[in-house]
């Protein structure tokens, strides 16, 4: 609850008891029957801050999905940013680094499909001297240049 929403919540608690306090020791039936009024409006005020401390916490919890998935988006963004597109053979097309560090990430091949679906699945061959790589994610083909 909010700093501010439980102010208002104990506010309302303290006025209800000075109503109730001042009802007991009022003679006046006209100024019992305003005290009584005023009481419901309290009530009535409670239960609007309580709504409004659930719709606060309703949206404070959408928020955070929001942010949850935009620093998702962001942190893809930043490695997607290190990959590039290229033609792997005639009219296929994969990611690779666009600065391998090594000759075993110079020659590592990213699924397009995952690539799409913000995932990195590098290629393997399935065969020993056969020229079919194979996503193990999805299970996309791929043949080499030289087929
Ligand atoms: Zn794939």
Known sequence: MLPEIA????????????FKTFA????DEK???????AQNQI????SQVFEANSRY??????????????DELESWKRESDRYEQFEKSDGFTAFRL????????KFLWFC??????HK????????AGVDEFTCPECELKCFSASR
């Open 7 to 18: 102010a208002a919540v104990s506010a309302t608690r303290n006025l209800a008891a000075f």
């Open 24 to 27: 007991a020791v009022t003679t």
């Open 31 to 37: 100024v019992r029957e305003a005290i009584i009024d």
């Open 43 to 46: 009530i009535e005020l409670q």
């Open 57 to 70: 916490e309703e949206q404070a919890a959408q928020l955070n999905t929001v942010r949850k998935r935009l």
């Open 98 to 105: 666009k600065d391998p560090q090594s000759r075993t990430e």
């Open 112 to 117: 397009p499909r995952c690539f799409a679906n």
């Open 120 to 127: 990195l699945s590098a290629f393997q061959r399935l065969v």
